[in-house]
């Protein structure tokens, strides 16, 4: 099994940054790709960024230019840099594994999750 322990969230206001880390620890040897997904009260949980090991990289439309999703393999961490946050980014923020490697962007396709953060940006 693979524990995923997200932390950093928290409240900022509008234009702000925060930097959410996930650290990955167990039977990390098969997960080939990680991500971040978001789930706002009332809606769907929906993807924001993924990348794998071999250097592939996603972002949802909606934070391209303003998010940033980073690796630190040596400390099986991912991180996820917010900047230029908007009230629309106010979520529980999720981290998740694959064990594929290809770059997923269904919550489907992702085999471990997190507990989640809360991101609250203030207008």
């Known amino acids: 099994q693979v524990q995923l322990v997200e932390s950093g969230g928290g409240l900022v206001q509008a234009g702000g940054s925060l930097r959410l880390s996930c650290a990955a620890s167990?039977?990390?040897?098969?997960?080939?790709?990680m991500g971040w997904f978001r789930q706002a009260p009332g809606k769907e949980r929906e993807f924001v960024a993924a990348l794998n090991w071999s250097g592939g990289i996603n972002y949802a439309d909606s934070v391209k230019g303003r998010f940033t999703i980073s690796r630190d393999s040596a400390k099986r961490t991912v991180y996820l840099q917010m900047t230029s946050l908007k009230p629309e980014d106010t979520a529980v923020y999720y981290c998740?594994?694959?064990?594929?490697?290809?770059?997923?962007?269904?919550?489907?396709?992702?085999?471990?999750w997190g507990q989640g953060t809360q991101v609250t940006v203030s207008s």
């Open positions: 998740a594994a694959r064990r594929g490697g290809n770059i997923a962007t269904m919550n489907r396709e992702f085999d471990y």
């Open positions: 167990g039977r990390t040897g098969n997960v080939y790709a």
